[in-house]
Structure formats: C-alpha cells, structure tokens
Nanobody, 128 residues
C-alpha cells in the first residue's frame, strides 16, 4: 500500500503564493509518476501537474502553466507544488496522486483514472 499525505494548503490573497507538499510512504516502484489534481466548488476534478519520477519530465494544465511548478525530492520521497500568482479560480481541494507505472503517453497524465493512489487533499482558498 501507499500513503500520500498533503500539506501546505491555506488562505492566501490573489497574487500570493503557496507551496504544497506531499509525503509518500509505503511500497516503492521502479518507474512511477506522481502529480496533483484539484477540485473546486461545483467543478469537476481536473489535472494540475504531473511528473515522471525517474526522468523528472513534467506536465502542466494550460491554466497553471507559467505560474505553478511541480518538483520532487528523491531523498525525502516528497512531491511539491509551488503555486505563484494565485487567482481566485485556483480555489480548490488539491490532491496528491501516484501512478505505479509511469504512463507512456503524455495524455495519460491528464486522466484521473491513470492514478492508483490518492491523498486526502488539502484546501487552497484564494481571496480576491
């Protein structure tokens, strides 16, 4: 089993920054991917960013490209999401996710069904 625990959410004003963290524990895999999804109030769950752990290749939703940065720390087995220039529409619960076998196709990173494990989520609220 794998446990994913997010932290770092909170309330911030528009234009501000937050850094989310995800601590992963449990089973390990040889070539896996991790990422972030979010679900805002009254909205469908959507992909935010993903990373292939071994190569460090990253993927972003168009809505966050240039503002958010996904990164990893191999030694700590941790995933991060640096969020800058936050907007009220970024308000959502943010979920850390893990896929046991890193997708071959880029499009798969954007599909929630790709991921095998999900964290409990952390709330991010951006005030205008």
């Amino acid at each position: 089993q794998v446990q994913l625990v997010e932290s770092g959410g909170g309330l911030v004003q528009a234009g501000g920054s937050l850094r989310l963290s995800c601590a992963a524990s449990g089973r390990t895999f040889s070539d896996y991917a991790m990422g972030w999804f979010r679900q805002g109030p009254g909205k469908v769950r959507e992909f935010v960013a993903g990373i292939r752990w071994n190569t460090g290749r990253t993927y972003y939703a168009d809505s966050v490209k240039g503002r958010f940065t996904i990164s990893r720390d191999n030694a700590k087995n941790a995933l991060y999401l640096q969020m800058n220039s936050l907007k009220p529409e970024d308000t959502a619960v943010y979920y850390c996710v893990l896929c046991r076998n890193a997708p071959v196709y880029r499009g798969s990173y954007y599909n929630a069904r790709t991921y095998d494990y999900w964290g409990q989520g952390t709330q991010v609220t951006v005030s205008s």
